[in-house]
């Protein structure tokens, strides 16, 4: 549903958090209050944080201590004229699958934007965030056929409304044609970059995420789009297929009954740490302890299925 992309970002994180500071720029500095749920993930919000030290940014809604069962529809509260974002991951840090339709409305009320975090996997099979009114979409873009290697590479995903294409960051790609009239692809609004504006850039980002770019380019047109759809159908029906298994354990449940993609939150009987150190000895790897950033969640473990899970 958005209109223009670029290519790209370092990470999911990174693009979160120059969704915050493109909707910032947006209304030159008028607005300085930055709404974050609770339920994005806690890397992201650190790194939110970590761009934003020193500004006039004013953040809320970040607390791990507030009621994470709760609807996103909560933060319909915290939003008034001082708010420039209010940003939401879909689907959310546990896994879950919210509708933002009405918390958009709301935020476009007062006049402010709204960015929503996705999984780009995911979107072979809900329903997009311009669908439901979103300004900006960032994503992790490593599912999208990137390998893991101790920490990376990963990619980050950046999309909005052409409204916005001169406030946001990261290198963009126009479609022309050659002195021969045939189909060539040029950077454009190149004076918004470094080398050419430098400390007023509006963009700081520079080519090294290209290849990852590329790679995930490559994987998407091979999977084409009925491709992905399927992929997205294998992690949804297998992370389904593991909870309820899971939860018929004896002392394990799931946290939150509600519908989730391919992660999910069990809740144990023993603190999660111990749970995974003993999956450990037979060699399993087991799930996210959650107390590591969510303290009230010390017996709860994160599971993510994938379709490289058989």
Same mark, same amino acid.
């Given at each position: 549903?958005m *209109?223009?992309?670029n290519?790209?970002? $370092?990470d999911?994180?990174t693009?979160?958090? +120059?969704?915050? !500071?493109?909707a910032y720029? !947006?209304f030159r500095g008028?607005? #300085?209050?930055?709404i974050l749920? =609770?339920?994005?993930?806690p /890397?992201y919000r650190?790194t939110?944080r970590? $761009?934003? +030290?020193g500004? @006039?940014i004013?953040?809320?809604?970040?607390?791990p201590h507030s009621?994470?069962?709760?609807?996103?529809?909560?933060?319909? =509260?915290? &939003?008034?004229?001082d708010t420039?974002?209010?940003?939401?991951q879909?689907p959310?840090f546990?896994?879950? &699958?919210?509708d933002?339709?009405?918390?958009?409305?709301a935020?476009h009320?007062?006049?402010?934007?709204i960015?929503?975090s996705?999984n @780009?996997?995911?979107l072979?099979l809900?329903k997009? @965030?311009g669908?439901? #009114?979103?300004d900006?979409?960032?994503g *992790?873009?490593q599912p999208l056929g990137?390998p893991?290697?101790?920490g990376?590479p990963?990619l980050?995903?950046?999309?909005?409304?052409?409204?916005?294409v001169?406030?946001?960051?990261?290198?963009?790609?126009?479609e022309?044609v050659d002195?021969r009239? /045939?189909r060539a692809?040029?950077?454009?609004l190149?004076?918004? *970059? /470094?080398h050419i504006?430098?400390?007023?850039?509006?963009?700081? &980002?520079?080519?090294n995420?290209g290849?990852?770019?590329?790679?995930?380019t490559? $994987?998407?047109?091979?999977l084409?789009? !009925?491709?992905?759809?399927q992929?997205?159908e294998l992690c949804f029906?297998?992370?389904?297929?593991?909870?309820?298994r899971?939860? #018929?354990?004896p002392g $394990?449940s799931?946290w939150s009954p509600t519908?989730?993609?391919? +992660?999910?939150? &069990?809740r144990c =009987?023993?603190p999660?740490a111990?749970i995974?150190?003993l999956?450990l000895?037979?060699d399993?790897?087991?799930g996210?302890d959650l107390s /590591?950033d969510? @303290?009230?969640?010390g017996?709860h473990?994160?599971?993510?299925?994938? *379709?490289? #899970?058989?």
């Open positions: 549903g *209109e223009v992309c290519a790209s970002h $370092y999911g994180a693009a979160v958090a +120059e969704a915050v !500071n493109m720029a !947006n008028k607005r #300085n209050k930055i749920s =609770p339920t994005v993930h /890397q650190q939110v970590t $761009y934003t +030290e500004s @006039p004013d953040l809320l809604g970040d607390d009621d994470l069962k709760a609807s996103p529809d909560g933060l319909i =509260p915290l &939003i008034d004229t420039a974002l209010v940003v939401v879909y959310d546990f896994g879950r &699958i919210n933002y339709t009405k918390l958009a409305e935020v009320s007062v006049g402010a934007l960015a929503v996705v @780009p996997i995911a072979g809900l997009d @965030p669908s439901m #009114n979103a900006i979409v960032t *992790e873009g990137i893991l290697s101790f990376g990963y980050g995903l950046f999309a909005t409304r052409k409204e916005f001169r406030k946001m960051a990261g290198r963009l790609t126009g022309t002195n009239g /045939q692809y040029v950077l454009t190149t004076a918004r *970059e /470094q504006r430098r400390e007023k850039a509006t963009s700081n &980002i520079c080519t995420e290849l990852m770019a590329l790679a995930s490559v $994987y998407m047109s091979l084409g789009k !009925n491709g992905l759809r992929v997205a029906h297998k992370a389904h297929y593991a909870a309820e899971i939860a #018929n354990l $394990y799931l519908t989730f993609f391919n +992660e999910f939150v &069990i =009987p023993a999660a111990e995974n150190d999956l000895d037979h399993i790897l087991g996210y /590591q969510y @303290p009230e969640l017996n473990l994160l599971i993510a299925v994938t *379709e490289m #899970n058989t």
